[in-house]
């Protein structure tokens, strides 16, 4: 199902940091705030997704690609570990979800995995986001541990820790 007007744009410039940081702000407070509800979300956003945050990550070899149509679409964000490739960040906006954008950032992911000769792919998610849970096993992911993350303020990161080999 390829979309011939999908573009990948890696995220460097002042502005493509600020276009993500505005998608994460959309994506998460409309996907997570019933998941973990909107205070918890707002000190994610500012501790992980905001600008500074992301400059942050990019310096410490972190790779976001901005994704888009006519309009930004999501964002993946990858970094490059001892033995696979972990996908930190990889979100669709709610109106384009099902429409195949997700399975294309995996296999771009997938293949800087196969580039890099790492055979395994990582990724975390919040145990009860159900949906994502069951896209990525259908993509053959499958639950290596639970994993609960103290993120400051008294908030957790409750999530699995996926696997695939690649």
Known sequence: MGHASLQCKTVLSASDIAATARLARQIWEQHYT???GTEQVNYMLTKFQSEAAIAQQIEEGYDYTLWQT???VGYLCIQERENHLFISKIYVTQPERGKGYGKEMMNYAMAIAADKALQ?????VNKHNDKSIAAYQKMS?????????DIGQGYVMDDYEMELEV
Do not use: E, G, S
């Open 34 to 36: 019933p998941i973990i």
């Open 70 to 72: 006519d309009k930004p």
């Open 120 to 124: 395994i792919i990582r990724l975390t």
């Open 141 to 149: 992911f499958t639950i290596r541990r639970a994993v609960v993350f």
